[in-house]
């Protein structure tokens, strides 16, 4: 059933947005931090060559590059300043909500409230420019003694000096996506992490489109296989956009409150639970894993012998956990579901919620207060989740069997990149309709005050 702000938003007229000045400058300001964003993706770091990167990003392609680089818009492809983006401080975040899930100090910082999640979003700054600067040292040396075993020179200048300057660069220019993303959420519309992450992937559109229009006219790509791909994305967005606004919402009941008239009331309010509690995190973690030992097994081919141990078992792990095969998509699948559980019983906890309740006095009709309220939450969240995990596994499967079949690669489309893209793209939209109802709110207050002078 459709809330009533939902039905006051589904009124709203789009004539006001002409009148709607700070909407109009803060939408322009995102896309204007948006281009800088782009323009970054294309400066390479001092002291490679961009040619020679490109291919070398060939031969490796298939691992957790693909994702990294998908992310970050190809910049990861092109070695830019930007190459690492905002995963880093995305992993950072990611490990400090879990330490604040199981360590006691920082559960209780996290309850201090606002002093508490700025301190914990300083831990996790910190824990970026960390992340930042061990992968970037490990890139450049990658890239120095990988370059340097396929006969490629990537580096111009290998040596200390440029993996310093490497460290430092990369660390600048995930640094300064940090600061824009916050400029884009605190001036602009949307949050701005994620809208850097979506502008990153849909960069790939163009790309993808227009090698499948090239591949349709020379014969490689069928009309009904571009026909079905189609398809196949609207049904997979309609699907995004309709689990993602699930909710199963539990009727919270308060005491009986004197009201104005005298009379005594009770209050209600509803708790949701999303289907999916856990969001994009599952798929993620899945495909890291599983694609972190491929990756590293397409570095170290060309150093091992595939007569050697090492390097049978090499060529084992490029035949059976490359993209499409069935033992990944079985491991994948497992990885979402393990996951999805996982990381809802981190963010979610049925013992403060129901704490919380008890403390304001409310509860779920038919249920103790306490402890049996805590055990039912967990019972609902339980099985709400099962049917979230199926419906992740289902968005992110899906494409990797299409990629399979047909050997077009959906990198942009694929489960996870098109849950963020939906997730983002709702959340930039309900922000927008929020401003406008403000706006129009404020129109009618204005009215209203004018004739209350009149009279």
Sequence with gaps: MASRADNIASNLSLANFSKATELKNRIWFT?????VFRFLSFVPLPGVNPLILSELYKQTQ??????LNTFSGGSLQRMSLIALGVMPYITASIVVQLAASLHPALAALKKEGESGRKKLNQ???????FLTAIQGYFVATGLE?????????????????????AVISLIGGTMFLLWLGEQITSRGIGNGTSLIIMAGIVAQMPSFIGNLMTGYSAGSVPGYEIGGLVLLLVTLILGICFMERATRRLLIQYPKRASQNGMMQADRS????????????PPIFASSLLLLPLTISQFAGNSVSPDTKMGAFI?????????????????YALGI????????AVVFNPEETAENLKRNGGFIPGIRPGKSTATYL???LTRITVIGAIYITIVCVVPEWVIAQTGVRLFFAGGTSLLIVVNVTVDTITQIQSHLLAHQYGDLIKKAKLKGRLR
Excluded: E
């Design 145 to 165: 003694a990988y370059g340097a075993s396929s006969g490629l020179q990537a580096v111009v200048m290998p040596g200390i000096g440029f993996r310093i300057g």
């Design 31 to 35: 896309v204007g931090a948006l281009i």
């Design 337 to 344: 579901m393990f996951f999805s559980f996982f990381y809802t």
């Design 123 to 129: 831990y996790t700054r910190y824990g970026a420019v």
């Design 378 to 380: 967990d019972y609902v």
């Design 270 to 281: 509803h708790l949701p639970l999303k289907i999916n509690t856990a969001g994009v995190i």
């Design 315 to 331: 060529v084992w792990l490029n035949q059976y956990l490359a993209h499409g095969k069935p033992v990944y998509m079985i491991l």
């Design 62 to 67: 298939g691992g957790i590059l693909d994702i």
